[in-house]
Nanobody, 128 residues
Framework: VQLQASGGGLVQAGGSLRLPCEYS????????IGWFRQAPGKEREAVSC????????YYADSVKGRFTISRDNDKNTVYLQMNSLKPEDTNTYYC??????????????????????WGQGTLVTVSS
């Protein structure tokens, strides 16, 4: 299984970025692809998650109304559209997968064995 996050960069506050997460090798029938962010020495923070089967979603309160997650099952890609970015969104963003429901994403990230796979992160820097 491989997951590859990309699309990070430097953007001014109020700007936008779109992060793609390309995945391959997943053979389970039902799974979620989600995003979390994590700074060195800090815990994972759930951002958003989507079910690849029914497109149900989860959003953290801190990003609701600003971020949108979507999927393209033909391309095995999940996108995180980030609008109205704030300096506090600065972080390294990772995508991961789990055999779970979107609403359980925060709990998945807290469990040692919650995530099945995750990829390298992409750095998002929002300047004020």
């Amino acid at each position: 299984v491989q997951l590859q996050a990309s699309g990070g960069g430097l953007v001014q506050a109020g700007g936008s970025l779109r992060l793609p997460c390309e995945y391959s090798g997943i053979t389970w029938d039902r799974f979620v692809i989600g995003w979390f962010r994590q700074a060195p020495g800090k815990e994972r923070e759930a951002v958003s998650c989507i079910s690849t089967s029914d497109a149900s979603t989860y959003y953290a309160d801190s990003v609701k109304g600003r971020f949108t997650i979507s999927r393209d099952n033909d391309k095995n890609t999940v996108y995180l559209q980030m609008n109205s970015l704030k300096p506090e969104d600065t972080n390294t963003y990772y995508c991961g997968t789990a055999r779970s429901r979107p609403e359980a994403w925060p709990e998945v990230l807290l469990r040692t064995t919650g995530l099945d796979w995750w990829g390298q992160g992409t750095l998002v820097t929002v300047s004020s």
